[in-house]
RNA sequence: GCCCCGAUAGCCCAAUCGGCAGAGGCAACGGUCUCAAACACCGUCCGGUGUGGGUUCGAAUCCCACUCGGGGCACCA
């Protein structure tokens, strides 16, 4: 508690000791936090298991609440970071009063790389500091007096909880994606079918005549968590590998904006492409934010299009392309540079003909591509998109047969085309599209027009100025032999041209996906290591439950292997791999005691994150991963939840494609395998908004302390120890040194007013300015109500007995009725403003009915729940008010007794009728053409149109 | 370059179906209290909705174009 005093409080605190001040909010808070702390008030019974309170749950409404669990930075909190948290507890603290079972509670995300860069710079092992920064954490959350569930409040660093997240990875681990069942299956229903024949095993061997590594690769094609060298994001600067999300567009890392090369490594993967189209169709089920659908729908990126067979010489090069309709307009090919057929087609010595700006000035093709493919790995990301605009390659000195035109075309490699998407080769058509038209253009490449423009420009591609790539219009030069797309729209071309193909056997309809699958392994210390290990011959082993977990092994030096930022040439080391003790470990996997080889990579910071909603529903279940009848319970689908999910859960739209897409995948292999009965994890997902402030730079451009920059004019001139400094909109941080922490606020207003403020700032899903001057605002609004309620003079209630009389109650239930609305629809900004309206008018009212009171504290207790209590206590209630039912307004008092009703003439508003609610439109007309104002503002003209909008409108055109 | 979101009083924001632009808060100004100040209290002031068109009896709200701001994607064939 803070022993924080205003300096105001003290000289009060003589005449007036009831005052609503800062110190006797400090002691209401702390009282009531003990309290409902020491009585478990936000504990919520499961249905089965330990949490089970032996009371049936069942038959009562609930609802899941939850926040994005935060990282424990060291850094402590900003009044921006509880902003979503308060707001998950105005609400769940609604819905408690609504008579909702409500499950609510938060932990940590406590692995990863800050939490193992703060401790490296401290020289604190991870664990040590980053124990202390959640200890830190929860006291600074603590009072802001959220109603949590702290039976359920895990941390992703706790064994008994990476148990877990070693079991559902070993869940993945021993899957495979079956595309006919189009769910994910048990390997062992695979392995069976490969043992039996029932299934053909790749290579055309008997499955027992396999080793074990061989084995291994085979069944690491279908796993869908799967260890494979493919090509990476190595980032030298951090030491790590990392996903495909963590990379900026600029290809540098998220984290600390190093540069990131590709590597060909041996990772960790999982096969999240399987999931691809179930990802996508299922956002359809889910009420999200659309800005948030579609970037999950961008990132994943579905392509319809076609396969297409090029002949090369002997061999066959299958390309993608999304406009199988210009089939008639390739006039070359293009191969990623690391595509596996280039070698095969690369023939000794340039063919008669070709030019010399297509070799690289190499002496052969075999030369001229080695040359290439160095100079294309040696760019780091970052180079190869910089130079975008400009287009490198070279020609293999092979050429291709376009199936339809059958002309001989010269297929090139250049890294505009890529490996990882589609089948890195491209039909080029320059005429069409506007990368080939580029790469054609510079290396003086043949065009053909073979869709017709449309702006004038004529059919010579070659005096265009780029590609005409508009789908509204017909194809030309499209016909040969037993095909013609001449005439056809674009639509009708492709559906035409993709069904010959397909009869022809050389093509068919496909669809693509831009999503990769997701590199899960990182060269770090502090993550949860892999349930892996590998014999003496290489081959792979999962261990058994029974050895879960796998604990982070205890060392002295946990720091990364890290390299200067630019090296590419680098390669990833693992921490853990130094620690020979706990790398070789003698293991009886069923053969007896084996020396084995533990995997020493560990799972990215995002792993934690996949699941920990279903561990909120059964924190301590010992025996599963959580109890199917409490999951069904909490997040199984219903008529309003179709997929099932967490009914609310609140966060920053900055994890709209990482945490969100990966946690949604983990969740479906979970349902597949018959863990959970719900299909997504997440139901409704509200994006809160970013609490912004002012940043004051001095003349260099430094940020100085905010809080003591002045402007003495009051006129925008603002300085800083006397001189001059500048303001712009920033985010709050330590770094722009205008970070305000919540703790301040509580000590001079109390934690109620902070959840006031921050709730009566705007709406929850839009960014704001902080501006410290205005809390007094709501610091004000609580004062008001304490005075209304309880005399600051002797502390004696100053409610009186009387009846509430008709305005009154008008008053009440209007803004009971409307705020209400404003907390089911978590408009809590407005629920505030009708609340202090209400308050405002029993202050002028001059005194405060009791039964007025009590329907006012009730109102505004899941918004300021320390002084509702207090105050709900003080009027005689011994019970806490967390489950007392919220106030229902009576409607004969929501709807007025007489409207006003704007009479306007040609739109200008000439009169006001005092009218019954319920007048018609009829008797409202005839009212207002009667009056004789608006006889008057007519003043004679012909009334040409009446528009009646009872109660509220007449509008009279005349004319 | 493409896509999404936004713009209302000096500031933060209301206006639920297209129907009187104002609910609430901050600041400013005047007053009460006070020896004085702070706190508190009472009261007052303030804009026609970013710009330009359109639809409509009527537009902050719907449509088109533009400006500014925020966000996402970016050689994905």
Redesign the pocket.
Known sequence: MSETTP??GA??AATEPFRY?AALAAEIESRWQDLWEKEGTFNAPNPTGPLADGTSVAAKPHSFIMDMFPYPSGAGLHVGHPLGYIATDVYARYQRMTGHNVLHTLGYDAFGLPAEQYAVQHGVHPRVSTEDNIANMRQQLRRLGLGHDSRRSISTIDPDYYRWTQWIFLQIFNSWYDEDAARARPIAELVAQFESGEREVPGGRAWAELSGVERDEVLGEYRLAYSKEVPVNWCPGLGTVLANEEV???GRSERGNFPVFKSNLRQWMMRITAYADRLISDLDLLDWP??IK??QR??I?R?E?ARVDFGVGDDTVT?????PDTLFGATYMVL?PEHALVDAVVPAEWPAGTRDEWTGGAADPATAVAEYRAAAAAKSDVE??A???V??GVFTGAYATNPVSGEQIPVFIA?????????????A?PAH?S??F?FAQAFNLPMRCVVRPTDGRGEDPHTWDDAFDTYDSVLVNSERDGISLDGLSVVDAKARITAWLAEQGIGEGTV?Y?LRDWLFSRQRYWGEPFPIVYDETGAMHALPESMLPVEVPEVDDYSPHTYDPDDAASSPKTPLSRNEDWVNVELDLGDGVRTYRRETNTMPNWAGSCWYELRYVDPVNSTSVVDPANEAYWMGPTAEKPAGGVDLYVGG??H??LHLLYARFWHKVLHDLGHVSSVEPFHKLFNQGMITADVYRDARGFPVPAAEVVDPE?NGQYFWQGEPVRRE?GKMGKSLKNAVAPDEIADEYGADTLRLYEM????LD????W?T??V??????L??LW?NIVSEVTGELVVTDEEPDEATLRALHKAID?IR??MAGM?F??A???A??LN?FL??RGSTPRSVAEQVVLLIAPLAPHIAEELWRRLGHEQSLAFADYPVADPAYVVDET??C?V?V??K?KA?LEVAPSISDADLEALALADPTVVAAIGGAQVR?V?A?AP??V?I?TG
Do not use: C, H
């Not at 007094?776 to 609004?781: N, T």
């Open positions: 300096a105001s000289a009060e001040g900026t567009a600029d659309e800005a579609l970037q961008n990132w990126g392509s299009g390309v993608f392309t999304t406009r990623a190869r998109q130079d975008a605009k287009k490198t890294d505009y085309v890529l490996m990882g998407y589609g089948t890195g080769a491209i039909m058509v599209d990368r080939d580029a693509n831009r739209a900055e709209a494609v009051g909109a009566a700032m705007g709406p839009v960014s704001r300015p501006d001057r205005a007094v605002g709501s610091y004000r609004f004062q008001r005075r409307g609305g404003d408009r900004n407005t505030v403003a009708k202090i309206e405002n202050v002028k409207v006003t704007v306007q040609k739109g508003v006001r149109k528009i909008r509220k409108l509008n055109v």
